[in-house]
């Protein structure tokens, strides 16, 4: 089974919240996870691993500084990973308009550009309307288990 490396960035620490009740229920599914909390190419380089990332937005719509290296690496040194299966959740606030969700949106661009292959929808996750994230994030990832286990499989 594949491990799932979790690239997670937070400005106000709610990511970090939110990647931490993914990985103890990937955990309690029976996966091997590691959380990063400052990501680079690294995260996507190990052998036999999935990418699951979660990344909070700027107020510019942007991705935050704990993972401004992986997505820089993505662009600027893009490593051809065909098949490399991926997820996001993105943490945004609706009411900042088109930068809604920016970061992750610029990440899971980034990884769709150089060939990689989403297994699950992106989660969008509005400020405005979630009062807990992290249960939003783990229904969704409930949701698309059996997303995770085939690509682990495969």
């Given at each position: 089974?594949?491990?799932?490396?979790?690239?997670?960035g937070s400005v106000y620490g709610a990511a970090l919240d939110v990647a931490a009740a993914l990985q103890?229920?990937?955990?309690?599914?029976?996966?091997?996870?590691?959380?990063?909390?400052?990501?680079?190419?690294n995260v996507v380089r190990v052998p036999d691993a999935m990418l699951l990332i979660v990344s909070s937005?700027?107020?510019?719509?942007?991705?935050?500084?704990?993972?401004?290296?992986?997505?820089?690496?993505?662009?600027?040194?893009?490593?051809?990973?065909?098949?490399?299966?991926?997820?996001?959740?993105?943490?945004?606030?609706?009411?900042?308009?088109?930068?809604?969700?920016?970061?992750?949106?610029?990440?899971?661009?980034?990884?769709?550009?150089?060939?990689?292959?989403?297994?699950?929808?992106?989660?969008?996750?509005?400020?405005?309307?979630?009062?807990?994230?992290?249960?939003?994030?783990?229904?969704?990832?409930?949701?698309?288990?059996?997303?995770?286990?085939?690509?682990?499989?495969?």
């Amino acid at each position: 089974m594949k491990s799932i490396q979790i690239a997670a960035g937070s400005v106000y620490g709610a990511a970090l919240d939110v990647a931490a009740a993914l990985q103890t229920l990937l955990e309690k599914a029976g996966f091997e996870c590691t959380l990063h909390e400052r990501s680079a190419l690294n995260v996507v380089r190990v052998p036999d691993a999935m990418l699951l990332i979660v990344s909070s937005t700027t107020g510019s719509g942007d991705v935050p500084d704990p993972l401004q290296p992986l997505l820089s690496g993505l662009i600027n040194e893009p490593p051809m990973l065909v098949g490399y299966p991926f997820a996001v959740v993105a943490l945004g606030d609706s009411s900042y308009g088109d930068t809604y969700c920016g970061g992750g949106r610029q990440l899971q661009a980034a990884l769709l550009d150089i060939a990689a292959t989403e297994i699950a929808p992106m989660l969008m996750i509005d400020a405005m309307m979630s009062t807990d994230p992290a249960e939003e994030a783990q229904q969704w990832l409930q949701a698309h288990l059996g997303s995770f286990r085939q690509a682990a499989a495969s």
